[in-house]
Nanobody
């Protein structure tokens, strides 16, 4: 089970930190990822991190502004979002996978409930 939180309303240029807590599974075995879904659009890949916490993958749209991290001891993955822009407005979902492709949402076995991020201009 995954539970995401930390969303909210922020002005353009501001920052937010999302958190995703895992329970009931061996968290360290899972690759973790964040996706987002804007109104009327499909869910899209944002960022992913390998189970070892070393390899990371970012969508071009967030590279240099977002940073993913994980604490396997606390079963938590964080998404630090800086320099937020109105186009970042979306529901953000954390996901966990054992295999497959990091940017393909179909590879993810578990999903959190989503947390809304709204960036005002």
């Amino acid at each position: 089970q995954l539970q995401a939180c930390g969303g909210g309303l922020v002005q353009a240029g501001g920052s937010l930190r999302l958190s995703c807590a895992a329970s009931g599974r061996t968290f360290s075995n899972y690759f973790m990822g964040w996706f987002r879904q804007a109104p009327g659009k499909e869910r899209e890949f944002v960022v992913a991190m390998a189970s070892n916490g070393i390899s990371t993958y970012y969508a071009d749209s967030v590279k240099g502004r977002f940073a993913i991290s994980r604490d396997n001891a606390k079963n938590t993955v964080l998404l630090q979002m800086n320099s937020l822009q109105p186009e970042d407005t979306a529901v953000y979902y954390c996901g966990a996978r054992r295999g497959g492709t990091y940017y393909d949402l179909r590879s993810y076995d578990l999903w959190g409930q989503g947390t809304l991020v709204t960036v005002s201009s």
